[in-house]
């Protein structure tokens, strides 16, 4: 009698689960063995890839052959005491390997200008998230790997402590079921399901703008599903990363990042932060999360002057296709935007007396240290130049959410854990996972859901191939 076949699913388009899939069908060719391998999307194709179909794609690589110096440092300090350290040195250790592997794919690099200030460094795949998708989905289905679009996993089966299959909804049919040796889930966060981003975050919560189409996919459907067959969670259930955005746009992630560079008002036309308490990236998640769900009517305005047009480049940190309101007098401006124009005009007054530092320190590109004077309250502690040269410009901003940081414990083979250790054939990766605490280290999503991706898959090849399962 023929040997029985044996069958990995991947739940999951998106950077990781195409990761996976690839990763696994390349480990099976390479043992000169045969495993069916299945992804299931809940997306349209011409809409597969949740998050990463929209995603810039920034990675925290010095180049593609070798990571920033200090990563594990930066990670540590991160994600502080309760991180886990195994996980994050295999990142680092594979990441060159995975970039290398990505270019055998087709999937060429650039290291991308974007914030103005420093930061660490990043590269970018050419083509950004869309390019991933696109080559690494090209290459599965060279792999024969079956691609069910509009077919969203909702259970996991399992028979004697193993999995053994999976429950899907695709559209316009009955639930059915797909049988699994293994199976790696992929699906991403839960920012978009309304009812969980609630039980976590509050009423507010159902009022997030998502930070691209692709991201109302992400519903929390792997997380659930590994929930109910006993796994551990791990991340910080009340972190997320959410960014600063002009609600005009209709572009995926229309950050405005020259916020440091003014002064940042709520409706009322008080300033409630230091604008220039760091730099963009270690700033911005903390001020779009105060602005959602502490500003009244979650909006604030990034309030500047010509001088913006001096800084060298400064659009390539606004993603925004719209212009900012523009007004020749504050007042103007304020009328403009709705906020009291008394009140702005009183706040603008009163942060130029206090910016009377050299503005030729001023540098966008750094910390500058031109502080304004003690007696401001908030303080602005870098890049106080008055707002004295008309016209005078305001940028919207809302917060968008991009991901959860609340998922799946796993370690750093992707399997995903229980009380009692993995949870056999269950593996995990990308943004499904947890990981993260506090705040996102910069430019690390998209680097882990490719690193442990590929992880995940040719570990769970491994496992099926050496479990032989009956």
Known sequence: MAAKRLKLVVAGHGAAGLAAAVAAAEEAKRRNAAIDITILEKAREEEAGGNTRFSPSYMRMAAPDRIAPGFE??????????????????????????????????????????????GPPRIQPVGGGLAIVERLGRAAKMANVAIHFESAATRLIVSGGRISGIEVQSAGCAVSTFEADAVVLATGGFQGDAAMTEAQFGPRARTFKLISPGTRFDTGDGIRMAKEQGARTSGDWDGMHIEPVDPRSHHPAPVVLVYPYGIVVDQTGHRFFDEGGGLVHETWEGFARDIHFSRPNSIAYAILDSRLWEIVDY??????????????????LAARIDVPPD???????????????????????????????????????????????????????????AYTFGGLATNAKAEVLGDGGPIPG?????????????????????????????????????????????
């Open 73 to 118: 440092a930066d990670m540590r300090e991160a994600i502080g005491d309760r991180g886990d350290a195994d996980y994050f040195r295999t990142l680092a250790e594979r990441a060159a390997s995975t970039m290398a592997w990505l270019q055998g794919h087709g999937i060429a690099f650039t290291i991308p200008t974007y914030y103005l200030s420093v």
């Open 315 to 332: 659009q390539r940190a606004v993603r925004s296709e719209v212009a900012p309101f523009q007004s020749d007098t504050v007042e103007e």
């Open 343 to 401: 009140a702005l005009r009183q706040t603008v007054d009163a942060f130029n007396a206090a910016a009377r530092g050299d503005v030729s320190r001023f540098d966008a590109t750094r910390r500058d240290g031109l502080a304004a004077s003690v007696t401001l309250v908030p303080p602005k502690s870098n890049w106080a130049r008055p707002l004295d040269q008309p016209p005078y410009l305001a940028y919207p901003l809302i917060g968008a959410i």
């Open 426 to 470: 269950l593996y995990a990766a990308g943004e499904t996972t947890g990981h993260f605490y506090g705040t996102a280290p910069n430019a690390v999503s998209m680097l882990r859901a490719l690193v442990l991706g590929r992880v995940a898959g040719r570990q769970a090849a491994d496992y099926l191939l050496v479990q032989r399962l009956p």
